[in-house]
């Protein structure tokens, strides 16, 4: 993946981990996190910004991610399938791209429903 494709990709998580994107712009994406939010912030500004988001590169990061999907009530469990299967290699990078095609297909299928 591309920087910017993997900033888009990191985006995309934040969002349906139920992070809120802001409308400052500093240079890049930033998000607001909830009270119970894990990530460290920058307490000054109180946002973190994307580039510091480590989806792509750390599995205390992504796992979250995985397990949010793992629970999730859908219909069929193949498109679930993906995520798992990638977890056998455990290849972070296998991993993310499941994860983000996951994503990409469930925001697809909530609008349709909309």
């Known amino acids: 993946m591309t920087l910017e494709e993997t ?4 985006c995309l998580i934040a969002e349906f981990m139920g ?4 409308e400052k712009d500093w240079g ?3 998000y607001k996190l909830d009270i ?3 990530i460290e912030t920058d307490l000054e500004r109180g946002v973190i910004w994307v580039s510091q988001l480590k989806y792509d590169s750390s599995f205390d990061a992504l796992m979250p991610v995985v397990k949010k999907i793992s629970k999730l009530k859908i ?3 193949s498109k679930k399938k ?3 299967a990638s977890l056998i290699d455990v290849d972070i990078s296998s991993i993310f791209t499941a994860a983000v095609d996951f ?3 469930f925001n697809t299928e909530n609008l ?3």
């Open 112 to 114: 349709k429903k909309v």
């Open 19 to 22: 992070l809120i994107k802001t």
């Open 7 to 10: 900033t888009k990709a990191k």
């Open 82 to 84: 993906p995520v798992m």
């Open 103 to 105: 994503i990409i297909w």
């Open 28 to 30: 890049e994406p930033t």
């Open 36 to 38: 119970k939010g894990r």
């Open 75 to 77: 219909d069929d469990f």
